[in-house]
């Protein structure tokens, strides 16, 4: 797959390539999971460590301990395969 950068306008979705396209949809997917299972076990989702100052600040470190192994691969699988 080509892709020199993580590159996306969150206004404009369908400005990036096909591999930040996936990328961005598989976070969102993997935001909303960890954000379901923060909430279920009666954590604050804006309680962040790494990131501050948002809503979901813990949602996005919980998060980023999974993209490496989940996200990052499925998104360049589906741009690979011309899926996006």
Same mark, same amino acid.
């Given at each position: ?6 590159? =996306?306008?969150?206004? *404009? /979705?369908?400005?990036? +390539?096909?591999?930040?396209? !996936?990328?961005? !949809?598989?976070?969102?997917?993997? =935001? #909303? $999971? $960890?954000? !379901? ?7 604050? %989702? #804006?309680?962040? /460590? ?7 600040? /813990?949602?996005? *470190?919980?998060? +980023?301990? =999974?993209? !490496?192994? =989940?996200?990052? %691969? $499925?998104? /360049? ?8």
């Amino acid at each position: 797959v080509n892709w020199s950068n993580r590159e =996306y306008n969150p206004d *404009d /979705f369908t400005s990036s +390539d096909p591999v930040n396209q !996936a990328l961005s !949809a598989a976070h969102a997917c993997l =935001y #909303g $999971v $960890v954000h !379901a299972v923060i909430v279920a076990v009666g954590t604050s %989702p #804006g309680l962040g /460590f790494v990131h501050t100052g948002h809503d979901r600040s /813990f949602v996005y *470190d919980i998060a +980023d301990l =999974y993209k !490496a192994e =989940y996200t990052i %691969p $499925v998104a /360049f699988d589906v741009a690979a395969s011309g899926s996006t």
